[in-house]
């Protein structure tokens, strides 16, 4: 998706079994990473990842703080449409 700032950044979300979500991002476009943070803020067992901030967004802020990632301070999130799970 593209932020306010006009950058790009790779968003992943994941489902548990049991219908939990979790939600990842990557300003480096690296869809492990993203999927990595999403697999953990989803709850599934695996370790916190390690992230290193590139810009400076909220979003990297919070996580490397581990603070809850403010994601509705991107529109273009909330805009998103996600599939079914």
Do not use: I
């Amino acid at each position: 998706m593209r932020l306010q700032a006009g950058q790009e950044a790779l968003v992943a979300r994941v489902l548990t079994r049991d219908g939990k979500a979790g939600y990842g991002f990557s300003l480096r476009l690296d869809a492990a990473e993203a999927r990595q943070m999403a697999e953990w803020d989803a709850g599934t067992g695996t370790e916190r990842p390690p992230y290193e901030p590139v810009l400076g967004h909220p979003w990297e802020t919070a996580f490397v703080a581990g603070e809850t990632v403010p994601w509705d301070c991107e529109p273009g999130f909330a805009a998103l449409t996600w599939l079914p799970g």
